[in-house]
């Protein structure tokens, strides 16, 4: 096969290509962006949530080692389960596996970075500082006490008047928005920056199941966004979502959280599971079993887990049937997960594989994983669950899936992939007593609590009486939790003794692995990007290695001088054009510190200078924005191979384009659990919606307000057409039409809200009231997005960076603004219609 | 009449499992070891309902057992066999079979075998169920006793008594916040939501004592929050049933007559109902026949003058958070005669 570039190549390429991606030094190092580093800092910072939360984890242990102990009083012990669950699933579980895919995903799919390097940054800065902040509140005895999952009434405000649970609700809100960030970048980066000819059925399964999981934040975290949103409200204004007494409902806070609580699992589990699919055909060295089998089953697990949710609820008296389409749901998925552990037997089965340190923990994983999906099994059965439903016995069930799953799996995956980042390999013969010790030690602390639970041992107890029956176990327990602990600090002895990041390209492909992410690589990745004909590229593609380091594939160089990756078609990966990114930022950092200390600053009730934090925060975005959409600054650059490719592209082939559209799906989603609890609380009211003593108005207000709404949309639709035409007539009509729709979609969004104000609706007088305010509020927040928006639309073209030609900017702000009227239109027809059709 | 003490099962009653005799034994062994009380345990049933699900419990773990043990094996074999020789272990076959036919044959038929039983368990109960109420407080339990026409006979606290051989219908609901009603070795738990009444069904098979406990984490003192369920003999039963609609005894000795004065006099009242005496509050438990029951502080602590004494001085440091201060005030005196009082009030 004849390759793209020929040698030898010229003589100063090579010192480009590093001047280019070079970091910053000493403690600037903080302003870097690109994915390796972002990605390290990242797993550094999950693996610290990880010792803290698991520090907790031995505290609680250590009380409850003997009965009737008191080393910790109810309340420090409840703050500790709280943060503990809390601290794991949002702090370690979620951005680890995310961190992982951040550094990992550009190496693996032969990309130089992910598409939008700041975001990752803002991501990870934002994750950082909040999390920080928000387990610091433990010292302050202000740490949220009402448990991970939070159930009012005993987290609003009657029973919680402390602002404990407002940690939890604006600290983790605004965590779950990283990880929405984040996912948004790896759902892009997967699709379009894959290298020329990786095709999607050659994407190596932990590609798909980034994908999956991206996929599943998307459609998951916004119904715990929605969730904490309207107890937020319920806390500081009384909106009464979740008061029965005044229409609300409690189970409504249920069927939200657990939507969202129940993929969150799988969300934790697939890029696990997707690391076992990488680690195993490595050690076995022969490709992996039953690939598309393998795919197939990521993606009905994702389907699947959203339809599982009410299996924590089967102990809430719901009607026998939708129990039983849940069991039934439940039973469901375990059969991918059954394929995905009969496909890596039979890789196995295949090869002759290694007993490396990542192998044992995969063997640790299979153990514990299939005990933890077998007793999975167990509890979806509906009368089995009403037994052991928060008992140890579930504490046992999901520490075995969720540590098994995942945590095994990562430590496989640490030890797996320390050499694409370090000098020198982590030690085989410590790595085996870590994997002994956290081996042994998790099934001596989480297999006694099966029978723990079944003993009647329920969760969340700080202490508990003698004559139970429960000592002994709870001994072993402790024990147990403490070898685990011994096994983790002798991974950090470890690490500290062999692990030498230098971003310079590891040390080699130790295990003779197959896939992309073990090619010779730099800060810039691979030296040139591959032409991919194969799953296994390094196995299938003769002299791979040496072809891409000496610079025979694509882009051997910098073509702009600036650093640049390629983005490919979504299926088939064909070139399309040269993405150009950007280097080493503070604005993406700063805007992130501006925004946790916004949300942390308003949870502890110091309005003004949080509102001076997110004015900061909103102008560093800004000036973050304002460098991209940089337009087609360079003619076409050739790559090799006889392809030239554009450096600057708008419509649906851009990547920003493909970020705004899943941005707004995020978006949707959140509206859609918004408008879910509305014809939820509906239910729950029937015969009284509205209330008595409300009127419904007459419709001629809301028809005013759509009708502006709609005119709104036409206006930036016309202002659309007149920027591409606006080299033969000007700015002046696309500015003119674009200001013109400001004024009518706040005429119309205030024509809504007095409407309902008028006639005597208030939002904190009945659920009723509540649901309509939230949905008109939510419309108000795209509302004021859009008149930022707007303004720097407008700011853009008045400073000349807008035209025909370079117009992303102003196509993001198109795409929210049509979204934003279609959402208002659907909520207007809800607010009004409904309520008539059901009278 | 002078209440059972708490009498659980002993160690050689334990009923585990009918069916599974071999395995039951050998989960009995070891849970012998760990000091099977069984009074607060699924495993160990005394109704019809709990003993479906044990047994379902039965089959679930020795189910689970064979196919991890079947597929640690397969993982084992597939470590050591040497690749081309016996190939079905790398075939798709194994992947289909394993990964697919197998678990949707078996998850289909545990499906078909577990559907019913839990409409088994919701149906209405037959017969003349006894009817009470179950309201859940933070921190304690709040029982009704309805009588034959539903209205309200009496009303008791962190003690259900049931006959035995007849059906109990409790209609729990709550106070406050989230709580659960739990008695395992009678029946599986059901949630007390505000706004909701949710019902369970239970029939209890033989004489004993269990323990229920909250098990939804309901705030500070989740952890003590349990209760005792006394299962006796109807002839028994309807005895207590008779004796706890009527008032509190009065006083028989001057001693406790001065408990009562002072429980009276220094604000009791405000919370606490002893029925035919002014104290009527709401707040806390019907303290009418409190002498008469299992435990006091909700499950927390055994019955008698000792205890008594010690709650009313000490409660918050017994159980702190809970509602009650401790009324550290008394003279050691006054203080035994209050709990005297209590004691007294069989």
Redesign the interface.
Known sequence: MKLPNPLPRPADELDRLEAAWQQPTGWRIISAVNNTYIGLFYIGTAVLFLILAGILALLMRTQLAVPENDFLDQGTYNQFFTMHGTMMMFLFAVPVVEAMGVYLLPNMVGARDLPFPRLSAYAYWAYAVGGIVFFCSLFFELAPDGGWFMYPPLTSYMYSPGINADFWLLGIGFIEISAIAGAIEIVVGILRTRAPGMSLDKLPVYGWAMLVFAGMIVFGFPAVIACTMLLELERAFHWPFFIAEQGGDPLLWQHLFWFFGHPEVYIIFLPGAAMVSMIVPAMAQVPLAGYRWIVLALVATGFLSFGLWVHHMFTTGLPQLSLSFFSAASMAVAVPSGIQVFAWIATLGRGRPKLHTPMLFILGFLFIFVLGGLTGVMVAIVPFDWQVHDTYFVVAHFHYVLIGGMVFPLFAAFYYWAPTASDTQLSERLGRWVFGLMFVGFNLAFFPMHITGLLGMPRRVYTYPAEMGWDTLNMLSTAGAYVLGAGILLFLIDLMLNFRPTGAGGSGNPWKAGTLEWLPSGLYQTRSIPIITSREPIWEQPNLAEDVESGRYFLPGTATGQRETIITSAVDARPQYLLMMPGPSWTAMLAAVGTAAFFMLLTVKLPIPAVICGVFAVAMVVAWLWSTDPGPAFPPQDVGGGITLPVYVTGSTSHSWWAMVVLLLVDGSIFASLIFAYFFLWTVNPGTWPPEGVELSSLLWPAAAAALFAASSAAIAYASRALAAAERRGQWPMRIALTLGVPLMIAALAIALYDQWQAGLRPSEHAYGAAIYVLLGYQGFHVAVLLLMAGYTLARSVCGLLDPVRRATFDNTMLLWHYMVGQGLVALAVIHLFPRLVE | MKADKRH?ITKAECPFGFRWPVAASL?TA??L???????????TPNSP??E??AE??WI?FIG?AV??IA??A??L???I???GR?GW????A???????I???VT?SA??IY??D???V??APAEGNPLRIEVIGH?WWWEVRYLDEDGNVAFVSANEVRVPVGRPVTAAVSTA???H?F?V?NL?????M????V??VTFQAEEPGTF?G????????????MAFFVVAEEPERFARWFEHQSGPAREPQTPFITRGRDLFLSSGCGACHTVRGTPAAGRIGPDLTHVGSRVSIAAG?LDNHIGTLEAWIANSQRIK??NRMPSFDVFEGEDLRAIAAYLESLK
């Open positions: 659980p989960v070891f849970l070891l760990t000091g099977c009380d069984g009074i607060q345990a699924a495993l309902g709990a479906r699900i379902i419990a679930l689970a196919i991890f597929v640690m397969l993982t074999y597939a470590m066999a040497r690749p016996g272990i790398g075939s798709g194994l992947i289909i079979g394993g990964g697919l197998f678990p949707v998850l545990l499906l577990t559907l039983a839990a409409g368990m919701t933070m406050d916040v989230i659960s739990w395992p029946a599986g738990k059901i949630d939501i505000p706004g909701r949710n019902d323990r406990q909250c098990a939804e984490y309901c705030g500070a003192q989740h952890a003590k927390i702190p958070e």
